[in-house]
Every structure is written in C-alpha cells, then in structure tokens.
C-alpha cells in the first residue's frame, strides 16, 4: 500500500528541459537581448527578475500565496511582494528629497506578518508593487549618471540599481523554495 504524503510532488511545464520554469519558446524572458551600456543592462536584470518574482506566483490562489511554508518564518509568496513594495517605496525615499513616505503594511515584518489569504489583499499587493516600482522607475530614470550621488545618503545610481536587481534576484530564490513547498513547481 502506497503512503500518502503531504509533500507535493515535484514538477515543472517544461517539455524540454524538465527542470526548467518553462520552455525557452514560452519563456518571456529568454529573448536574446544583449543590451548596450551598463544602465541598460541593470534595467534589463531588474525588469527580468521582477517578471520571474511574478511567474513564480502565477496560478496560485490567496491561500497558497498567503501560506508560509517553512515554519516558523512567515515567509510567503504574498509577503514577498509586500516586502518588495516597501523596499521600492524605502529606495524611492532614500533618494528623494521631501519627507520619506509612510510605510503603507506598518512597522517590522508587518509586511510578512500581515500577509493572509484575502483575495483583496492579494490585489492590493500587486497593484501597490506596481505603483511603488513605477515610482522608483521614473525617480531614478531622472538620474541617468550612475555615478551621481542621490538622497541624503549620497547613494550612487549604480549602487542603487545593483541593490536593486541583488533585491529581487535573491528573492526569487526564496520565490524558488516557497512555490516548491505549496504545489512541487520547480524551475529557473
């Protein structure tokens, strides 16, 4: 008699390479754009691993993207995306020169913390994430010296950027783990 598990198996779309997110044909991110200078290429890294956070949580309802799956952090995937709206919000303060900009989930791991499974406050979070990133976008696109100093901190452009893409690119190996724990989804 076969045991049952609450592991979900492991498993991925792709045909071609089975460990892989998705076909190279299907991936949106695999397109052979090799961008000039080193602004480019920074935006470039972003906006891919911006898209990977978002397919990682594709297909997913609020409960699964609400469930924090290695306990006792209160990592999710939904708590993710709220983290990443308040980093973008905190890189748009760092660089500004007005008063910074509330918190919008509260103080300390409220972002985490607060993450349940409400469809509503899986919406809010990926129009907040959409707002806070085109607001980043356009404060730095003002700047395109990567060598100039911004913000009270004298940050340079390119040591924003680069924080950035290392931002998203390491959570999107949280992404990784957290996805394989709710439905066995594995890939790059």
Same mark, same amino acid.
């Given at each position: 008699? !076969?045991?049952? @598990? ?20 299907? %991936? ?8 000039? &200078? ?8 972003? !906006?891919?691993?911006? $898209? ?6 594709? &297909? ?8 924090? @799956? ?7 995937? *939904?708590?993710?995306?709220?983290? *990443? ?6 890189? =748009?303060?760092?660089? &500004?020169? &007005? ?9 300390? %791991? ?24 085109? !607001? ?6 003002? =700047?395109?010296? *990567? ?27 949280? !992404?990784? *783990? $957290? ?10």
């Amino acid at each position: 008699m !076969a045991r049952m @598990s609450d592991q979900p198996a492991r498993w991925s779309q792709a045909t071609v390479y089975p460990d892989m997110w998705a076909d190279p044909d299907d %991936d949106p991110r695999t397109e052979d754009v090799n961008p000039d &200078g080193e602004l480019a290429t920074l935006l470039d890294f972003l !906006a891919n691993y911006r $898209l990977t956070l978002r397919m990682k949580c594709e &297909g997913l309802d609020a409960e699964q993207l609400a469930r924090r @799956s290695v306990p006792p952090s209160t990592m999710s995937l *939904l708590g993710l995306l709220r983290h *990443l709206v308040e980093v973008e919000r905190d890189w =748009h303060n760092w660089i &500004g020169d &007005g008063d910074p900009l509330p918190k919008l989930y509260g103080e300390r %791991d409220a972002d985490f913390d607060g993450a349940v499974a409400d469809q509503a406050q899986v919406d809010a979070a990926y129009s907040d994430l959409a707002r806070e990133q085109a !607001a980043t976008d356009a404060a730095l696109a003002e =700047h395109p010296d *990567l060598s100039e100093r911004l913000g009270e901190g004298g940050i340079t452009v390119r040591g924003l950027m680069v924080h950035r893409v290392e931002e998203y690119a390491r959570h999107c190996g949280h !992404a990784d *783990l $957290l996805r394989e724990c709710i439905d066995g989804r594995v890939g790059q």
